[in-house]
DNA sequence: CTGTTAGCGCATTCAA
DNA sequence: TTGAATGCGCTAACAG
């Protein structure tokens, strides 16, 4: 019974004298892990108040240097970690900022997730990650995690129905990555259709002209916008695109899609394909087939993944500012906050086409210094 | 002044008859957001207690369907999101998990992410993400993690200062994964020493005799491991390990390394990898120079990333069940919090030697189910 | 089947 | 510079 609080239903509630917790016994002498210390006990141990704790350990208010350094004795004696439920309940805060991703495979993913717990952790704040792929009920797992943190950044093509995002804002922040912006929904993304469109001329500047997108333009944003700025590039050549080849853009599309090409079914001089595994794939299939990439028929992609440095030829891509990407999502999260006001236009980063080998041009030697267009 | 509790300071102790909340104001008409519903909020506008609403929310206790009804109408219309922090303080648990990696580059630690997060998911956890890389104060971090969380997983790579884990656990559980067990301390990990022997033997059996070990036996447990088991082959065979080429396993080191071997300064007919990463780079170098590999020197790895199915000659490499790994954690850590004894022993899973034509092998196709070997 | 009530551990006025 | 008291929103006995 020594921590002695809020309990006197005895008495009547006049602020009756309530011992000062007596020296009776004086604590357990030294070491011992107490697995449940708490603010009182640190106070008690301290022979302090639990307001003293508080006030050195959040550095707030003032406390003599005598007193503060007890208190730091206390909590190292009794391993002190504070329950960080208690202090969010007090201050209304979880710290905690919430990063829902489809999944984890590829370097984009990653570079996302890294970018956003950088600037989250500088920011003070802890990222709870939620992965749908695989979930049975998102949008449950996403109302459960709302109740753990003060905002919430989706990236677009998670399959996170736009319902729950209309729910959650309005109750906590939320910003959309790489997603159609939405009515009072913040976006931040990066560029697509022009980069795309910069990267579709570059191939018909090879002398293509039989162009095929390959990638599902209704399968996510980015890639819709990738699409768009295909068309457009064409188009301006006087050239009527084809039909997009709607694949997934998982590794294992690209065999498929290679032994439509080899058969015939599908005929083009060039791919643009929705990113770089797709290409990658693509682009191995065919020179086991004995085709010549870029000879027969040029192939490009989009992410830069560390592959794309590592094949012959090099493989022409467009490298995105993934990590940047992130690291504004955490940004914009923390300060919506903090009060700031949602952003109407979206935030939109510039990209940069990367030129190597499988688009055309002239081998250069794998894994360096990317060569810069744009 | 709705939500009508804990109010009585001018009354004397007694319980008083506190007019249950009287049908003032029917509350507003319909719609909108109210920003900060409660389980008080909800109660009153189901016209039950906060016992009731508490009920079918956590599902627990009996309620009758109509209540139940009543209750589920007035959460939907107050849009009304659980305080997780109140919850967690009156459970007195977090229903979270914590996990410390260092990074996020290349496919091991996503996979290992993805793992973790589903098990977690599944067992009802959410999980907060800490990345030490980068951070100044990683302690202080690993304390604030603490905080939020109810147990913790450490890669044993990330750099975590034992003292930290050594003073979180006893507080909180821990467990290391792929990392060196240390007292007291429960860990996780793959197989490294038997594999990388059968592995290092592999590549004897090819007739190389001057094998060098890449890599920092010192940098990591896990490498330690394999580094013992590549000895351990080479003296089987009556050879002497020359000393390990000591880098860290970032992709630029591969670079560094084959400069030394083109140069002469380190003599080899084989490369025993800590990682893929660096076998490949290094694999690419050397052929960018013109050596022939697998017919000059051969090259293995460790870990059967993407890449290594796509370079000709396909890599040679262990692959180990990082995802299953980061399940494995995440289950423990549940099972501990639940009560459940730290299990002496470390968990170790097995690894699988996949065959393909950097060992001297001849080559396969690219891209195809990997020949396994063990 | 439902309501009352007492904390969970912490931050924070308000006094002293 | 310090302490006493109050409440954050929710769960869980305990009554009824």
């Known amino acids: 019974m020594a921590t002695a609080r809020k309990q006197n239903p005895d008495a009547t509630s006049t602020p009756a004298v309530s011992g000062h917790s007596a020296p009776s ?8 892990h107490h697995p449940g210390a708490t603010i009182y006990s640190v106070a008690e141990r301290a ?9 050195v350990l959040q550095g707030a208010g003032t406390v003599s240097a005598k007193t503060t ?40 993913y990653s570079e996302l997730l890294m970018g ?14 939620l992965l749908t792929d695989g979930k049975a009920d998102i949008a449950r797992a996403v109302r459960q995690l709302a109740t753990h943190v003060d905002a919430i950044a989706v990236l677009g093509s998670a399959a996170m129905p736009p319902a729950v995002a209309k729910a959650l804002h309005g109750k906590k922040p939320v910003v959309i990555i790489a997603g159609s912006p939405q009515e009072g929904i913040e976006s931040v993304g990066a560029e697509n259709a022009h980069s795309a469109q910069k990267l579709t001329e570059h191939v018909l500047g ?39 080849v709607r694949v997934p853009f998982r590794e294992g599309e690209g065999e498929a899609v290679a032994e439509r090409i080899l058969s015939g079914d599908i005929t083009a001089d060039a791919l643009v394909c929705a990113n770089d595994e797709l290409a990658l794939s693509i682009m191995s299939h ?15 992609g989009w992410d830069d993944v560390m592959t794309s440095r590592y094949v012959r030829p090099g493989m022409t891509t467009v490298r995105q500012p993934v990590r940047e990407l992130g690291e504004l999502a955490a940004e914009r999260l923390h300060q919506r906050v903090h009060g700031a006001e949602l952003l109407a236009a979206p935030r939109v980063l510039p990209t940069q086409v990367i030129i190597r ?18």
Chains 1, 2 share one sequence.
């Open 25 to 32: 016994a004086p604590s357990a002498p030294s070491a011992a």
């Open 47 to 55: 022979g302090v108040s639990i307001a003293t704790v508080s006030r």
């Open 357 to 374: 080998g499988s688009c055309g041009c002239a081998a250069q030697p794998r894994a360096t210094p990317p060569t810069r267009a744009t």
């Open 286 to 300: 065919l020179q086991d087939a004995g085709r010549d990439v870029p000879g027969d028929i040029a192939v490009v």
């Open 206 to 244: 090879h002398g293509r002209r039989s162009l095929v997108f390959v990638g599902d333009p209704d399968g996510a944003p980015d890639i819709h916008d990738r699409h768009a700025g295909f068309v457009a590039a064409l188009r301006a050549a006087g050239l009527e695109p084809a039909e997009p």
């Open 116 to 129: 956003f717990e950088s600037r989250a952790a500088e920011l003070g704040q802890s990222v709870t990650l």
């Open 69 to 108: 350094q007890k208190v730091l004795d206390a909590v190292d004696e009794l391993d002190y970690v504070p329950l960080g439920a208690a202090r969010s309940l007090a201050v209304r805060h979880h710290e905690a900022h919430g990063l829902v991703l489809p999944e984890l495979t590829g370097p984009y």
